[in-house]
């Protein structure tokens, strides 16, 4: 069982939060904070495992988190989890928001924190892995997308030339996240 | 219209969107707080608009608020309302925000089961997956046990989208309503081999994690899960495989023995690295449950290791740490296999990473020996002085004294050494491992007694420097080896070089500063420590320096007298007023420091943990036994009990205060003493109560355990601690020579290293060249600490608060006839119980009757729609006018819906399974299964399998093919089942070749009928028109002959919401509604409920026919009411409602002989008969279909003839033989004695049946 799913910045500002088992707002962040202090401590070249912190954890949890560019992709899980399936299910869920964003950089997760808390239902549900397929999961959102659409119909129009509008002067988008490819899943 | 909504989304632009916010709130960096929380006043005022696209978009804003850390739970009513609009795209943001903010503890929540259940059976698949979805994060007990059949139906839905996450969510229902578990299971088990691969994964993964905690409710699945594992390929379901044998195989290890050879194939051909690692982790389980004897044995555990180290060597940080993580598994049993490679391990101690690090420490236990301990040890003091971070110091530390302590000391050459190591650990930062430096120090000065005099003079300085121990910062964890040093000290004194130093380190001020049981020891020690010095100065002669350290201890001691410890007050007093006398005694010139010694005298031995449990049980003496009568009853005379005590008690404690209990107290005393203070205890509000379980023995023991009078134990008889012979005194024995051999070799050597050592750190030259015998001392009786005890880890508990304990359950066992899913009951107004069709009785969970009721009272405040209908059905109180109820779900009976076009089965249907051979077979198939294992692999694999997929299909086709009503014909066919069952039976105990065969019979038989049965519903059409479409089914039992019931579902097909549908019948002369009571023959019923766009409800009308022998035509109207927002129009749907005379017979079981005894009677007159053509169909489905159609249970079938048996519900007996005629032909035959009924029944029979 996954038990959390924590992603953040360099600074570790929360760009995702998603817990499967209920922890109230404070200690949420609380929760952020102290795996960001662990992980951000540590090299690029060391394990992504971590034993878990005091917060989330006992013996049975275990982090593992990837680093992308600016971002930290974290994940709690207990010991049922393949620990390399894991890393692999990380790297899937940053390459489903490549496509979904085209080119996805922090600025993406920033404004459209819905949409990639869709992405990543169509992934993991309650904690347990749902889907690894990645065309798959591709074509599910976009059908939602679409669904999403066809509901705003003539309605939605105006609202979307004002948020065009207003999307005008956002600031230049940094670096994409770089994807390297991970050899030991697939 | 169309432009009202522009017109209000117009408005809506100028709102700030979540897009707005987040720029908002990144433009107002520093002041942040405050830009919030006006963001939030313009929020609530949103919420306060009617507009649903307003609300979502509030609603979107406070999620992202929510991940901020902001409390959004005063908006759950809003959060709700979002996810209850008929957009998704609304609907979504409604179940995201209440995914991210609801609990189970959320109240608002119970509203919602209605909502998620419309949401769960909408036709938009995408619907459903976001409720489901949201239903994963905030499940209640409440929900679980209400949407249980919900999600059971999905659960066989035709979209492998929404099958996967019904799967899925099942695992949280079971978590919060483990009494769905065992009805649900078989389904669970069927979708293993679903053939959408998501689906079947996600079965994998629920099984996987219900198996985790209670593995051995799952063994008999091992075949299953074995099949999976050769045959599939999707990484993702082969790793929660083999991680599910891994914890299976500790239970069965014939299990083990059949996966060694598939997991080597795996390991040698698989190129992921997440599979070889989990097949590696895997055959490491199997190799610890297999208790030796393979003789491939070493070989698999060679492979292990050798694929583990490439792991370690590789580049990839990764798995180097998993690597290791696997190799401590194996260090526990095959420790040989890994000290090979220790060059490897002992390198990844200086790897970079701290995790690697820290794996490689819990290996390094396994790799030390007597040569390298000291330079291990020293490596990693090195690397505590540069560690950050006191986790990990704390790591190292305990591995030190872990890896030296381990087997007694074992590798141990030169305990001084290991003396000043533990010193040196004091001195460790921050560390919170001071009690285990502790109980290392008095463990070995106790035990090893050549080295008490070094220890004691390692303790005398660390009392010196104690001021730096007790006043740093985080004294809290170090200062517990001041405990360990203030006992060695003064248990030892007569090695101590200075005592009266000693004496002055331990009564100085700080000392009080220092936690109650550390002063404590203080304090006693003092005193011994006074006492060795009093010897001295009297052998001496010196008076002055008795007097004076008396006056020094009269002085201090009073500083302990105020201490706020008990303990320490109450040694401190009773050594003051000791010093007192013997100042006194000295006064006079007494000379009592042999007396004062004499307190002390004695050596105290350690006691081994295990010592009491050893010590024989005297002959005659049965602990079982009352010492004394149990009181007849307390009850009657409590109240002159608690009179009576209150004097003696406080008698007791005065005399308790001057003098030890060491008097008998009688047993009423006792009993007196105990009563009371239970009612004390229980009655006091600031005592902390047990639970209810431990209230009965747990307490009472340790209330009996203080009050157990002391008595004086006879020393004379030295207690006998027998001794096993493995026990680990032997084995240290055996240690002890082979160290004391060993010491004879290398005693050059290790003086030079000791010297270093002990030059470093203490600069004592002249002990470099004593010559000391480091033994480990073996007292009488005692057994070393913690040599066994760490070695049996016992069964794994399971906590009481985890949910994972109540899901403990035989999954093996027959499903009962009572444990079934918690279906929604159609509510019956009826002055009597037994009014209540018997299906619906049987709907009712047993243990949930109560629980119902109470849900239902609940669910009457919830909404007011529900008020509403819940009003009229009050107001009717009509006898047996049946009303229908909530939202239904879809498949709650097989329901021809549009949103589910499969035939969907009722839900106890596959719940129920056949009864005892059931019970066995599993259990056979798993240790037939696995006790082949001469055969070739191939056939076992296979052999199971038809017999299995039989089980499955065969279920899936009761399932699909009989209603609920016919569950009695179910059983029926079942009984036959098990009866080929058994035969099977015999034929194995016969000839274990002959199973395989006959199983495969067995499966071609039941498979006999060739291509599935076409679906069959009872369930007909009764009218329709553009907006509303009516199916229905009559139900009738057997008490009651003249009722009939009817069972309309309604289902919109219109955009709008249909409101005030009144359905109404012409009565016939034969046939009459019941109606509201005062209502006439043209008043139509109300149907209670209204239809929302796109939903369907169940409706239930009553009848009351007086004749059954004809079929009934009965004409009918439905008028409902179409609302769109402006107006509202009424429509009438004309319909004929058609009651077939099969309508009134009910499937009754019946015996042969029971059946032939009819036929002979002579009552049964009429005879009738009929031939249909079977139109290229099989026997078996003109028979399925008379059956169910006809409402006949089988009594037999021979080959291509059967016989069938009925009972009207006026009691009217029918029997059929049914026989196949070449050609394709069917005849009927039948005898009645009513030949009306019998002709009308087989005309209708031919109409469906053909």
């Known amino acids: 069982m996954i038990k959390a799913i924590v992603v953040f910045n360099n600074h570790g500002k929360p760009r995702l939060i998603k817990f499967f088992q209920h922890y109230n707002e404070d200690m949420q962040q609380q929760i ?5 202090h662990l992980v951000s401590k540590r090299d690029e070249n060391v394990c992504n495992f971590l034993e878990g912190g005091s917060l989330i954890g006992g013996s049975d949890y275990k982090i593992i988190y990837r680093h992308y560019a600016t971002l930290y992709f974290v994940f709690c899980v207990d010991s049922s989890e393949s620990e390399l399936g894991i890393l692999d299910l990380i790297q899937v869920f940053v390459e489903t928001l490549d496509k979904a964003f085209e080119n996805v950089c922090e600025l993406d997760l920033i404004f459209h924190v819905d949409k990639v808390h869709y992405i990543l239902q169509e992934l993991v549900m309650g904690g347990m892995v749902l889907e690894t397929n990645m065309t798959e999961i591709v074509t599910r959102i976009e059908e939602q997308s679409k669904l999403e659409k066809s509901e705003a119909g003539l309605a939605g129009a105006p609202a979307r030339v004002v948020s065009a509008a207003k999307n005008l002067d956002l600031p230049k988008l940094p670096s994409n996240i770089q994807l390297p490819n991970l050899p030991s899943f697939r | 219209m169309a432009l009202k909504k522009v017109k209000g989304s117009l408005e809506r632009v100028f709102d700030k969107n979540l897009h707005d916010l987040v720029r908002g709130i990144r433009n107002h960096k520093d002041d942040e707080a405050k830009f919030i929380a006006q963001c939030i006043d313009e929020i609530k005022q949103e919420l306060r608009q009617d507009n649903i696209a307003v609300k979502a978009n509030a609603v979107a804003k406070l999620t992202y608020l929510q991940m901020l850390g902001y409390d959004i739970s005063w908006a759950a009513f809003n959060v709700i309302e979002v996810m209850s609009s008929n957009k998704f795209t609304f609907k979504r943001i409604g179940y995201l925000a209440a995914s991210q903010s609801f609990h189970e503890e959320t109240e608002v929540l119970m509203l919602t089961t209605n909502m998620i259940r419309k949401d769960l059976s909408s036709q938009n698949q995408y619907d459903a997956a976001i409720a489901l979805n949201g239903l994963s994060c905030f499940m209640t007990p409440d929900l679980a046990r209400d949407l249980a059949n919900d999600v059971m139906t999905l659960m066989t839905s035709t979209r492998p989208y929404i099958r996967k996450r019904a799967v ?3 695992y949280k229902i ?20 679903d053939p959408d691969p998501g689906v079947q994964s996600a079965a994998v993964n629920v099984i996987c994690e219900l198996a985790r905690k209670n593995p051995k409710n799952y063994l008999s699945l091992a075949p299953v899960f074995f099949k999976l594992m050769t045959s599939s390929t999707n990484n993702w379901v082969l790793i929660k495989i083999i991680k599910l044998f891994g914890a299976l195989t500790p239970l069965e290890p014939r299990l083990g023995k059949k996966l060694i050879e598939p997991l080597t194939n795996l390991i040698h051909s698989t190129s992921a690295m997440s599979l070889l690692y989990e097949c590696i982790n895997t055959v490491i389980a199997v190799l610890i449950s297999l208790s030796s004897g393979m003789p491939n044995h070493n070989a698999s555990i060679q492979l292990c290791v050798q694929k583990l180290r490439i792991l370690i060597e590789d580049s990839d940080q990764n798995l180097k740490y998993l690597g290791l993580l696997a190799m401590s598994k194996i260090l526990k049993t095959h420790p040989k296999s890994v000290q090979a490679h220790k060059d490897l391990i002992l390198q990844c101690l200086d790897d970079k990473d701290e995790s690697i690090r820290l794996r490689a420490l819990d290996l390094l236990y396994g790799m030390v020996s007597k040569k390298n301990l000291m330079e291990i040890v020293r490596k990693l003091m090195v690397h505590m002085d540069k560690a950050e971070g006191s986790m990990y110091r704390d790591e190292l530390l305990s591995k030190i004294v872990q890896i030296c302590s381990q087997n007694n000391y074992q590798y141990i050459t030169n305990f001084e050494w290991y003396v000043s190591v533990l010193v040196e650990l004091t001195r460790v930062e921050g560390t919170r491992h001071g009690s285990v430096i502790a109980s290392q120090m008095l463990d070995v000065a106790i ?6 005099a070094f220890a004691v003079e390692q303790m005398a300085q660390l009392l010196e420097n104690s001021h730096t121990v007790a006043s740093s910062a985080q004294r809290n964890g170090i200062c517990e080896v001041l405990y360990a040093a203030a006992w060695i000290a003064g248990e030892f004194s007569e090695h101590l070089r200075d005592p009266r130093g000693t004496l002055d380190d331990m009564l100085r001020q700080k000392v009080t500063s220092l936690p109650g049981h550390i002063q404590a020891v203080f304090v006693q020690n003092i005193m011994k420590l006074y006492a060795a010095i009093l010897v001295k100065y009297e052998e001496d002669e010196d008076n002055d320096g008795i007097r004076e350290v008396s006056d020094l201890l009269v002085e201090k001691l009073p500083m302990f007298v105020q201490s706020g410890d008990l303990e320490v007050q109450e040694r401190a007093c009773c050594i003051l007023q000791l010093m007192k006398y013997v100042k006194k005694l000295q006064d006079k010139d007494v000379s009592c420091a042999d007396e004062v010694a004499a307190l002390f005298a004695g050596e105290l031995n350690p006691v081994a943990p295990k010592a009491q449990r050893k010590v024989a049980v005297p002959e005659g003496l049965d602990l079982d036994k009352w010492i004394n009568d149990p009181p007849s009853d307390s009850s009657d005379d409590e109240g002159p009990a608690n009179s009576l005590f209150i004097p003696d008690d406080s008698r007791m404690m005065n005399e308790s205060m001057t003098r030890p209990v060491v008097e008998e107290l009688s047993d009423d005393e006792l009993e007196r003493r105990r009563e009371a203070r239970r009612a004390e205890t229980q009655n006091n509000p600031h005592y902390l109560k047990l639970g209810a379980s431990a209230k009965g023995s747990k307490y009472q023991e340790v209330v009996n355990v203080e009050d157990i009078p002391v008595a004086n134990i006879d020393l004379s008889v030295p207690l006998y601690v027998p001794v096993t012979e493995n026990s680990p005194q032997s084995t240290k024995r055996l240690s002890d020579k082979y160290l004391e051999a060993e010491r004879q070799a290398r005693k050059r050597d290790k003086k030079r290293r000791h010297g270093k050592k002990s030059k470093r750190r ?6 470099e060249d004593v010559p000391v015998v480091h033994k480990v001392d073996i007292m009488g009786g005692e057994m070393p600490e913690g040599a066994t005890e760490s070695g049996d880890e016992g069964n794994l508990e399971l906590d009481d608060n985890d949910p994972h304990k109540l899901l403990d359950i035989d999954l093996d066992r027959p499903l009962d006839a009572d444990e079934k899913l918690p279906v929604r009951t159609h509510r019956i107004v009826s002055p009597s119980a037994e009014d209540r069709p018997v299906e619906e009785k049987k709907k009712h969970h047993r243990k949930d009757k109560e629980k119902e009721k109470k849900r239902k009272e609940k669910e009457k405040k919830k909404s007011k729609k529900e008020k509403k209908r819940n009003k009229s059905g009050d107001d009717s109180a009509h006898p047996s006018l049946l009303i229908a109820t909530e939202l239904m779900s879809p498949g709650h009976e097989a329901i021809p819906s549009p949103g589910e076009e499969e035939e969907v089965a009722p839900p106890s249907a596959p719940v129920k399974k056949d009864t005892t051979p059931k019970k066995e077979e599993p259990k056979d198939d798993l240790d037939f299964w696995l006790s082949g294992q001469d055969a070739p692999v191939a056939v076992e694999v296979t052999a199971p399998e038809p017999g299995a997929a039989a089980d499955v299909d065969s279920d899936a086709e009761d399932t699909s093919r009989h209603k609920k009503k016919k569950e009695k014909k179910a059983k029926k066919e079942k009984k036959e089942k098990k009866e080929k069952k058994e035969k099977k039976k015999k034929s194995k105990v016969a000839n274990d070749e002959d199973v395989d065969s006959g199983r495969r019979d067995g499966f071609e038989e039941l498979n006999s009928d060739g291509p599935p049965l076409p679906p069959m519903s009872s369930y007909r059409l009764l009218a329709e028109d553009s907006n509303i479409k009516m199916t229905y089914e009559t139900r009738v039992q057997s008490q009651q002959g003249q009722q009939l019931i009817v069972s309309v579902i309604f289902t919109s097909l219109a955009e709008q919401h249909l409101k005030s549908l009144e359905f109404n019948v012409m009565d016939s002369l034969n046939t ?13 019923v109300p149907v209670p409920f209204q239809l929302p766009p796109n939903s369907f409800n169940e409706g239930q009308f009553a009848f009351q026919v007086q004749s059954i022998n004809v079929a009934q035509k009965l004409r009918g109207t439905l008028t409902y009411t179409i609302k769109t927002e402006e107006s509202s129009t009424s429509e009438k749907l004309d319909f004929k409602l058609y009651l077939p005379c099969t309508a009134f017979l009910i499937a009754t079981p019946c015996s042969s002989d029971a059946f032939a005894r009819l036929l002979q009677g002579g ?9 249909l053509s079977s139109g290229g169909a099989p026997f078996s489905h003109v028979l399925a279909k008379v059956c169910f159609y006809g409402h006949f249970a089988i009594v037999e079938q021979i080959d291509q003839s059967a016989s069938l048996y009925s009972c009207s519900t006026q009691g009217h007996h029918i029997c ?6 070449g050609g394709g032909d069917v005849s009927i035959d039948g005898k009645c004695a009513d030949g009306s009924l019998l002709s009308n029944v087989m005309e209708e029979i031919k109409v469906t049946a053909s």
Not at chain 2, 762 to 767: D, I, P
Request: cysteine-free; charged content about 35%.
């Open chain 2, 1163 to 1171: 009552e049964l007159s009429s005879k009738y008969s009929i031939k």
């Open chain 2, 168 to 170: 899925l969510i099942m």
């Open chain 2, 762 to 767: 203490h600069k004592s030259e002249s002990e």
């Open chain 2, 447 to 452: 035990r090893v007694k050549a080295i008490r």
């Open chain 1, 32 to 36: 952020v904070r102290e795996t960001f």
């Open chain 2, 1072 to 1084: 009459k509604m019941d109606r509201l009571p005062g209502a006439t023959t043209h008043d139509g």
């Open chain 2, 174 to 193: 079971f978590l919060k309503f483990p009494e769905a578990l065992r009805p649900a299971f078989p389904r669970l088990k069927e979708k293993l081999e």
């Open chain 2, 1216 to 1221: 059929l033989l049914v026989k196949a005629n």
